[in-house]
């Protein structure tokens, strides 16, 4: 066997959506304002003027969109709560809110599917960004309790969670640098943020110990980070964005500190709740990035450059699997108390169109990296492809399209493309080669 059928038994395929994404239906049962919705009506913000108001409607059309889960057969399903649901103001509880990932969870079950919960996918409460946000360490102590309080309901029956979504990307896109919501652009001002969001995923890990059976783990993303050149001036820009965007947060929580001499405050009790013991690492990978010295006077350590020679997805991303198994295997090498990984999310985007080879490419070549990884002695359990449906992609709004099912966003109809078909087939193939001997009858 090589390739995907190489990967172990019990391993799990899956895809990934997030809240605010796919949801719509914005203010709806008590919802409150996030971030993402006063940052959408900000002029300029959205590449196409639009906001995840509407989306997919998934709100609404959840048992459709079960039943889409369940034809594909890929076990996992990764999804999000949204905390302005759960908790209007970032505190209390609106059950209605919570009412409706009690029936997703359950939709989910009797389907035969394994839940995994996303606690924070970047919509944070309105009420708390306007008290400081992540700035503030009291949005951390927010964070553990709204976790508490989810646990309390879905506690028994999510299989799987991850407190925070990326919160490097979170971070540093939302409040060093300005595309994504709060918008802040902060640069090196965002740091407290950054320990702010960690000890956040800390207490949030505490909260869940106390209150669930399920696997927790993380969903971080790793940009592996290529110097355009092997000079010295350049590996050193590359060791910067390195450090700022992997290690900064994949080193408080597997080493249990922060590298380089940063947040050198950080208090040895907060480093021990955020470096709590996981029972799986998830990573996000889309592509590497590369980067050359900057030019004199910039603000930044590093300058972006382009990765030549490879071909590019839809949004330009360079496809690169190998680097996905490069990536597996340096975080074994780096972490010795590495728990078993979980690659959270890894798509592409391509233009609308049902016959979407290219994404089938994509989605093969780095099923094949990760198998390549796991042949490598890297424990890896389970591979999310981000995403299900086509959704609001940010400050991309929807002119990209992450989809193994494609959506019409005026008629809110759902289509499966081709890459939806092939990853039935590959995971059944799994299945298959992987289905113990029937005992033999007579
Ligand atoms: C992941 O982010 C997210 O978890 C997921 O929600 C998202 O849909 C998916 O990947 C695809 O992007 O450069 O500031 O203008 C990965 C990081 C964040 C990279 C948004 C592109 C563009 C915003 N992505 N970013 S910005």
């Known amino acids: 066997m090589s390739g995907i059928e190489s990967l172990p038994a019990g391993f799990l395929f899956g895809t990934s959506?997030?809240?605010?994404?796919?949801?719509?239906?914005?203010?709806?049962?008590?919802?409150?304002?996030?971030?993402w919705d006063t940052f959408t009506a900000q002029p300029g913000r959205i590449a196409d003027g639009s906001s995840g108001a509407v989306a997919c409607d998934h709100y609404h059309r959840w048992p459709a969109d079960l039943e889409l889960l369940r034809r594909l057969g890929a076990p996992g399903y990764r999804f999000s709560i949204a905390w302005p649901r759960v908790q209007p103001d970032g505190t209390g509880l609106n059950?209605?809110?919570?009412?409706?990932?009690?029936?997703?969870?359950?939709?989910?079950?009797?389907?035969?599917?394994?839940?995994?919960?996303?606690?924070?996918?970047?919509?944070?409460?309105?009420?708390?960004?306007?008290?400081?946000?992540?700035?503030?360490?009291?949005?951390?102590?927010?964070?553990?309790?709204?976790?508490s309080v989810v646990a309390a309901r879905l506690g028994d029956r999510v299989t799987h969670w991850c407190p925070v979504n990326e919160p490097n990307v979170a971070i540093l896109q939302g409040y060093a640098q300005t595309g994504l919501a709060p918008g802040r652009g902060l640069l090196f001002g965002a740091l407290p943020a950054a320990h702010h969001l960690l000890l956040a995923h800390g207490l949030a890990v505490e909260a869940l110990r106390r209150g669930s059976h399920g696997r927790i783990g993380t969903a971080t993303n790793?940009?592996?980070?290529?110097?355009?050149?092997a000079s010295e001036a350049d590996r050193g820009a590359a060791a910067q964005l390195d450090l700022f965007w992997n290690r900064l947060f994949a080193d408080p929580v597997l080493l249990g500190r922060y590298p380089h001499g940063l947040l050198a405050d950080a208090s040895p009790d907060d480093l021990a709740l955020i470096s709590q013991p996981l029972d799986f690492y998830?990573?996000?990978?889309?592509?590497?990035?590369?980067?050359?010295?900057?030019?004199?006077?910039?603000?930044?350590?590093?300058?972006?450059?382009?990765?030549?020679?490879?071909?590019?997805?839809?949004?330009?991303?360079?496809?690169?699997?190998?680097?996905?198994?490069?990536?597996?295997?340096?975080?074994?090498?780096?972490?010795?108390?590495l728990p078993p990984l979980i690659v959270t999310e890894n798509g592409c985007s391509y233009p609308a169109g049902l016959d979407d080879t290219a994404r089938?490419?994509?989605?093969?070549?780095?099923?094949?990296?990760?198998?390549?990884?796991?042949?490598?002695?890297?424990?890896?359990?389970?591979?999310?492809?981000?995403?299900?449906?086509?959704?609001?992609?940010?400050?991309?709004?929807?002119?990209?399209?992450?989809?193994?099912?494609?959506?019409?966003?005026?008629t809110l109809e759902r289509?499966?493309?081709?890459?939806?078909?092939?990853?039935?087939?590959?995971?059944?193939?799994?299945?298959?080669?992987?289905?113990?001997?029937?005992?033999?009858?007579?």
């Open 282 to 337: 998830g990573v996000n990978y889309y592509n590497p990035i590369a980067v050359r010295a900057p030019a004199p006077g910039s603000p930044l350590p590093f300058e972006y450059a382009d990765i030549t020679g490879h071909p590019v997805t839809g949004f330009g991303w360079p496809v690169v699997p190998a680097a996905l198994t490069d990536l597996l295997t340096g975080l074994k090498a780096r972490y010795p108390a």
């Open 17 to 35: 959506t997030a809240a605010y994404q796919i949801e719509g239906a914005v203010a709806e049962d008590g919802r409150g304002p996030s971030i």
């Open 222 to 229: 790793h940009f592996p980070v290529w110097p355009v050149t």
């Open 95 to 147: 059950a209605r809110g919570l009412d409706f990932y009690d029936r997703l969870v359950d939709g989910l079950l009797s389907a035969g599917l394994q839940p995994m919960a996303t606690l924070y996918h970047w919509d944070l409460p309105q009420r708390l960004e306007d008290a400081g946000g992540w700035l503030r360490r009291d949005t951390a102590l927010r964070f553990g309790e709204y976790a």
């Open 360 to 410: 089938v490419d994509y989605l093969d070549a780095h099923l094949r990296a990760v198998a390549e990884a796991v042949g490598r002695g890297v424990d890896v359990r389970g591979y999310y492809c981000w995403s299900l449906l086509d959704n609001f992609e940010w400050a991309d709004g929807y002119t990209q399209r992450f989809g193994l099912v494609e959506v019409d966003f005026e």
């Open 415 to 442: 289509t499966p493309r081709r890459s939806f078909t092939w990853y039935a087939e590959q995971v059944r193939r799994h299945r298959e080669a992987h289905r113990p001997p029937r005992a033999k009858r007579d």
